[in-house]
């Protein structure tokens, strides 16, 4: 039971990593004059194949029912924003904690996130009937 979650904890750092970095390498291209904007859609697009992603590579290995996974997952990045998003990218720009916490952007795709995986980890999961 341990190494499930310890493997969901990895699947979830995977996802995390890659939208960090969807979300920062988006400020390279400004398409946009708002490039805050243009991040949070970068990253919100972004998100759907990395949850994928790490949702697969999970269900490769482990069995966990998806809506757990998709809690465990959203939790443990929510735990890594706290700790490093938020200090290490957002407090040298004047964005503090409650500043990104309190933002209605983070809530939709902590919700995002937590659909992807709890719908695509029910898909993988089904029992097909042949």
Excluded at 24 to 45: G, H, K
Excluded at 48 to 70: E, N, W
Excluded at 94 to 118: H, N, Q, R, V
């Amino acid at each position: 039971m341990i190494r499930k979650f310890i493997f969901s904890i990895a699947c979830a750092i995977l996802i995390w990593i890659l939208g960090v970095c969807s979300y920062l390498l988006s400020f390279d291209v400004p398409i946009l004059d708002d490039t805050d904007l243009q991040a949070n859609m970068v990253l919100a697009l972004m998100l759907i194949p990395s949850a994928c992603l790490g949702t697969y590579l999970f269900y490769r290995r482990s069995y966990l029912k998806p809506y757990v996974l998709a809690m465990l997952s959203v939790f443990v990045i929510v735990i890594l924003d706290a700790c490093f998003t938020v200090p290490v990218f957002l407090i040298p720009i004047g964005i503090g904690y409650s500043e990104f916490f309190s933002d209605p952007k983070f809530y939709a795709i902590a919700i995002e996130l937590f659909l992807i995986i709890t719908l695509f980890g029910k898909h993988l999961t089904k029992k097909t009937i042949a």
